[in-house]
T-cell receptor, first 115, second 114 residues
Framework: DAGVIQSPRHEVTEMGQEVTLRCKPISGHDYLFWYRQTMMRGLELLIYFNNNVPIDDSGMPEDRFSAKMPNASFSTLKIQPSEPRDSAVYFC?????????????FGDGTRLSIL | QKEVEQDPGPLSVPEGAIVSLNCTYSNSAFQYFMWYRQYSRKGPELLMYTYSSGNKEDGRFTAQVDKSSKYISLFIRDSQPSDSATYLCAMSRNSGGSNYKLTFGKGTLLTVNP
């Protein structure tokens, strides 16, 4: 079975550029999560969706960050304009059922470097 | 004070050793506790899930929760080189619904030497 698929795996871009990260969740999963992982702050939840609707975006750091889920099989996280402090590994995860005992299945992440 | 504290290590042990990994938390609203394992350059994967205080065992892994002390542990028996990874504790307030959010510790890097 295909897991959560993220693209690109690596992104290097210059400060001020727009960055778009993509995620394809596991088919049939109705929850989708975007996380950011850094050495300083660990793994932090940015936003999550249920049935394509954003439920909680309180973790989105600034208005420069936006996320969309136009359909059940695709989501994007956009940063515009990007800044060096946005450099991190961004993970997408999906799950079913909306309960804590349902594992969140993570993709392998996008390693983002902003120069 | 951060909601979840976890010693980042690194922790290095010989093959066959018993490993103890720990997290403390400050918010008594946390009710559900998990351990995720993350291999290098991979996403985390769920290893153990517990709800109540006490122990839960799964093969070589035992998860322990002490809500009175706000302290959770993961024990690995007969550790193997394949256990080398970062272990993240995670916890949530409610089982689901609008409060379905996980708060993670920063993770402990474990190396098991053959």
């Amino acid at each position: 079975d295909a897991g959560v698929i993220q693209s690109p795996r690596h992104e290097v871009t210059e400060m001020g550029q727009e960055v778009t990260l993509r995620c394809k969740p596991i088919s049939g999963h109705d929850y989708l999560f975007w996380y950011r992982q850094t050495m300083m702050r660990g793994l932090e939840l940015l936003i999550y969706f249920n049935n394509n609707v954003p439920i909680d975006d309180s973790g989105m750091p600034e208005d420069r960050f936006s996320a969309k889920m136009p359909n059940a099989s695709f989501s994007t996280l956009k940063i515009q304009p990007s800044e060096p402090r946005d450099s991190a590994v961004y993970f997408c995860a999906s799950s079913t059922g909306g309960y804590s005992n349902q594992p969140q299945h993570f993709g392998d992440g996008t390693r983002l470097s902003i120069l | 004070q951060k909601e979840v504290e976890q010693d980042p290590g690194p922790l290095s042990v010989p093959e066959g050793a018993i490993v103890s990994l720990n997290c403390t938390y400050s918010n008594s609203a946390f009710q559900y506790f998990m351990w995720y394992r993350q291999y290098s350059r991979k996403g985390p994967e769920l290893l153990m899930y517990t709800y109540s205080s006490g122990n839960k065992e799964d093969g070589r892994f035992t998860a322990q929760v002490d809500k009175s002390s706000k302290y959770i542990s993961l024990f690995i028996r007969d550790s193997q080189p394949s256990d080398s990874a970062t272990y993240l504790c995670a916890m949530s307030r409610n089982s689901g619904g609008s409060n379905y959010k996980l708060t993670f510790g920063k993770g402990t890097l474990l190396t098991v030497n053959p």
